[in-house]
């Protein structure tokens, strides 16, 4: 190898690549944290990008970002501040300028830099003197020359020439970390093996940049972050929404049961659809709905026709499956449904993150219509929740919802593949034909679930529906019914909290200050809390990830603090639920609503800024 | 678990019969329905277990709480989702709709057209009685333009669907017109829908006596209805009118009723119907045909035997799953890139 002249040895480090949302960043982000992970480094990615699939070029609003951080220790985050930025353009700067650490190494495509192009970020001179970023390491490559000029002798047709220059920037990345280059040139052949021209010209890009980089070294630090200590095991890279979607594959199997999606496309659930579409190999059945009131309606449907059913979604998908999510109430069939958080109302920010629909989940129905609520707290972590959202549906015949949001359907990390033959069982509560008769609504002791008898079962032909019932399925107006329904169904919601682990505190159980989050709050939360106990601070913190029923000893952990703050992308909703359900506390908001994940430093800043209050 | 015992099904109309007290209208054609089609279903050797009936919301959706059968009463619009996602969990099945007017043509109207594009195999039986029946009197997607009811106290401005023309032109493969209480063509009609594998559209013309009563009287009463319908059955000439004198000719592209012995017409110059012609249009058209200038079809008009999505499902899951490295989840989550530390 040849002696590198400046290196920086860091615990972590942040890289983000942006650019407009046609140059590739969120593949080339995507293959830089592959190649990272591979080689032994904790990682978190963000991708970050606009809604409209070819934005305005050039603007600010077009810009499309993929972060990424990669650690030899735990990392939790994808991290606030990039130490690497590579910008293909000049509003990518404009867009990126705040979120860049002290010193930072900015890689940027210097043939793009043009006049035209820094007065449509919206700059008047020269970017890095207004955005002050002159003091950081910038090293200017002219790639769009650099790439014509690689590319010279290709019979590819300029559209294409140009873009690979996502590559280009991709090799002088990861000449800067020395990384190897063999798990992308095996991704190229594999992407473009119809098509050998654009294969070869993709990998001759990737080499150039990282000869390129090594032959400007001298101007750029590169910087090495030892693999990280992690728990011995095979592990994988994987995204909140692929992991929701194996978890229910993994439910389905351990039930015995066939497990059917119907789902309407929308940002940023897709994924979810789209994975288990391919999974026909593993019996998945899909239907790509005509809407979002199909798509759970036939999910009602196939559960009613014994499949572990399920439909996701997000909020805007999610309000209109409401009184449909209410049928499945009333019949107490078992149902996942996934709400993919975005930024609210209405259509609101498609691509950009937010916890704002936890009451919509929790309230947003007509009548008394308790559900199971849940939220993931990481990427993986979304593959164990998916997997006991179903089985606590199958078991308790409920629905379940389960919250996950951008931020995790699109972020990705590392994942310690789990064997099936770890993962709890699930008991399917079968009817069964007995001498006396099937009663619909007749219910386990314990659980006050009913039993479930699927069509094509001989001798238990029943009829059930959105209509008040009795116990034996007939319709029923009578007051006292109703109320005993009400109430029971109620109850067996509640009863759910056996199945809920005790939470788990991060740092000591007594102190000045718990920080109290709730799914994807997750990683911001511990990762600020942990700072901060390194500092000498006496904090404590607590992520939620079953919201209804909370776990039972919510109110002792909270006994143990003077102060609770809760952190959120609200205004305060699970602040509020806790106010209703823990009267006795005082509860602390910490809130952000910017279609952004908190940071950690806002968060370490707004804890002692409460811990110096009085 | 969904296995059944195999056995002889010695049923008659009764062991379709629930507990529950049927609770329409005395005089309602929802009753003659109901009885046909349970009287069908006893003929057909098909263990009970395996039928289910769906609906959505109103006067029709209340039929699944008649049938000792599996039933599910869903919600305003949404039987057809509900019926596809059962159809699709356990194609063994037999799924019956039950709808209405308002709830297929309105708040449904896009599931319906959906469902029939997809063809999967569903028999749909819509209650056509032009109006909205359990919310008390306001006006439909079928009923006839200048309708007075509570919400069009000066008579409706909107052209009503017809139904027929509504499936066909959404690529419907089956499409049947019958009457509430005529238990005859019923049963006929009821049968070739059970038997019938796709998305299947069956109108029933039947009359709300409360809301909309006589709404289809020239069709339904003795001195009128053989003049003014025409029951195709495949095969057979397009003949109607109480002579039998009358028939249906194609002239100019256009359909036209035609009287034997006027302007040199005989039986000759008649159409014969044939519902398994796979081009809609003369099905079309035949379907379409309403009163004053045309007698109202009835029978069934299209019959088209094609692919239905349940067993393009199954034979694509076949496919994959021969093809397909992954055959566990184990190996699923072991697929791609993985490292061992």
């Known amino acids: 190898m040849e002696k590198r002249l400046k290196v920086i040895e860091k615990d972590d480090v942040v890289v983000r690549f942006s650019g407009d949302s046609g140059d590739g960043m969120q593949l080339t982000g995507t293959l830089f944290s592959t190649t990272s992970a591979l080689f032994g480094h904790d990682i978190s990615t963000f991708p970050d990008y606009p809604s409209e699939i070819r934005a305005p070029q050039g603007t600010v609003g077009g810009v499309s970002g993929f972060q990424v951080h990669i650690g030899h220790k735990q990392v939790n985050t994808p991290g606030d501040y990039a130490d690497v930025l590579v910008a293909m353009n000049p509003a990518a700067v404009r867009a990126n300028a705040r979120y860049l650490a002290k010193g930072s190494t900015i890689i940027y495509d210097s043939d793009s830099f043009t006049e035209k192009q820094i007065l449509r970020a919206g700059y008047k001179s020269d970017p890095f003197i207004e955005d002050k970023l002159d003091g950081m390491h910038l090293i200017a490559a002219p790639i769009t020359t650099l790439v014509k000029e690689v590319l010279k002798d290709t019979e590819l047709d300029p559209k294409s020439i140009l873009r690979t220059k996502n590559m280009f920037a991709l090799g002088m990345v990861y000449w800067l970390f020395d990384s190897k280059l063999k798990y992308t040139e095996d991704f190229i052949e594999e992407k473009f093996g119809k098509k050998p021209l654009m294969a070869e010209a993709n990998s001759k890009v990737l080499r150039a940049g990282y000869y390129y980089a090594e032959t400007i070294q001298a101007i750029a630090p590169s910087y090495r972050v030892s693999p990280a200590n992690i728990e011995k095991g095979t592990y994988r890279n994987i995204n909140g929404n692929q992991a929701t979607s194996w978890g229910l594959l993994a439910a389905a199997e351990k039930a015995g049961l066939k497990l059917f999606i119907g789902s309407y496309p929308i940002t940023p659930a897709t994924g979810i659809l789209e994975e288990l579409a391919l999974r026909k190999d593993l019996g998945a059945k899909s239907l790509q709905a005509e809407d979002e009131i199909a798509g759970i309606c036939s999910a009602i449907g196939a559960s009613f026709a014994g499949s572990l059913a399920v439909t996701s979604t997000s909020g805007p998908g999610f309000a209109l499956k409401s009184e449909a999510l209410n049928l499945a109430v009333m019949t107490e069939l078992p149902l996942v449904v996934i709400n993919v958080q975005r930024g609210g109302p209405s259509t609101g920010l498609p691509t950009k993150t937010e916890q704002a629909d936890l009451w919509q989940a929790l309230y947003g129905r007509n009548g008394e219509s308790p559900v199971v609520v849940m939220a993931a707290g990481t990427p993986s972590d979304c593959f164990h929740y998916a997997f006991r959202a179903a089985k606590i549906a199958i078991e308790y015949m409920t629905p379940v919802v389960l919250l996950t949001d951008s931020y995790l359907a699109n972020g990705s990390e590392p994942w310690k593949i789990p064997s099936m033959s770890d993962m709890p069982s699930i008991k399917v509560p079968w009817a069964e034909k007995t001498e006396t008769e099937y009663l619909p609504y007749e219910r386990d002791p314990v659980k006050h679930s009913r039993k479930w008898a699927v069509p094509g079962m001989a001798g238990l032909e029943h009829r059930i529906g959105g209509l008040e019932k009795t116990i034996r399925g007939s319709v029923s107006y009578t007051p006292e019914n109703h109320e005993y329904m009400v109430k029971i169904r109620n109850e067996k919601v509640e009863a759910v909290v056996a199945e809920v682990p005790d939470l788990k505190v991060t740092g000591a159980d007594n102190g000045d200050l718990l920080v109290i989050g709730w799914g994807s709050s997750h990683g911001h939360v511990v990762t600020a809390v942990t700072e901060l106990q390194e500092e000498g601070y006496n904090v404590s913190a607590v992520n939620f990830n079953y919201i209804r029923p909370l776990p039972k000893n919510t109110a002792q952990v909270f006994e143990g603090f003077k102060k609770l703050v809760v952190c959120e992308l609200n205004l305060g909703q699970f602040a509020n639920y806790l106010r209703i359900k823990h009267q006795k506390f005082t509860y602390h908001q910490y809130n952000k609503v910017q279609g952004l994940p908190f940071t950690v430093k806002e968060i370490k800043e707004y804890c002692i800024k409460l811990l110096e209050e009085k | ?341």
């Open chain 2, 1 to 341: 678990m969904t296995e059944t015992t195999t056995h002889e099904n010695h049923y008659v109309a009764k062991d379709f019969k629930s507990d529950q007290e049927v609770r329409w209208c005395p005089g309602c054609g929802d009753h003659g329905i109901l009885a046909s089609l349970q009287k069908v279903l006893a003929e057909l050797d098909i263990p009970k277990e395996k039928y289910v009936f769906v609906s959505g919301i109103g006067c029709s959706s209340r039929l699944p709480y008649y049938m000792n059968t599996y039933g599910f009463h869903g919600i305003h619009g949404r039987a057809a989702p509900i019926a596809t996602g059962i159809k699709i969990a356990n194609p063994d099945l037999m799924v019956w709709m039950m709808t209405g007017d308002g709830d297929a043509l309105a708040i449904g109207g896009n599931h319906f057209i959906h469902a029939i594009r997809r063809n999967i195999d569903i028999k749909i039986i819509l209650f056509n009685n032009e109006i909205y029946g359990l919310t008390k009197g306001q006006y439909s997607p079928t009923s006839k333009k200048g309708l007075v009811t509570k919400t069009s106290p000066y008579g409706t401005i909107e052209e009503p669907f017809r139904i027929g023309e509504l499936t066909i032109g959404a690529s419907g493969r089956f499409f049947a017109r019958t009457v509430d209480y005529n238990l005859q063509l019923s049963n006929e009609v009821y049968k070739e829908t059970a038997l019938f594998n796709g998305t299947a559209v069956v109108e029933v013309i039947q009359n709300c006596v409360i809301f909309n009563d006589g709404a289809h009287d020239l069709i339904t009463n003795k001195e009128t209805r053989d003049d003014n319908t025409l029951v195709l059955r495949h095969g057979e000439p397009m003949i109607f009118g109480k002579n039998r004198d009358k028939g249906i000719t194609l002239e100019n592209l256009k359909l036209k009723v035609i009287k034997f012995g006027e302007n040199g017409y005989t039986e000759k110059d008649v159409l014969v119907h044939d519902a398994h012609e796979p081009n809609p249009g003369i099905h079309y058209r035949l379907a379409g045909m309403h009163l004053p200038e045309y007698p109202v079809a009835l029978g069934v008009i299209r019959s088209i035997r094609d692919h239905t999505y349940d067993e393009a499902m199954r034979d694509q899951h076949v496919r994959i799953q021969e093809a397909s490295k992954i055959k566990s989840v184990d190996e699923l989550l072991h697929s791609g890139a993985t490292w061992k530390k």
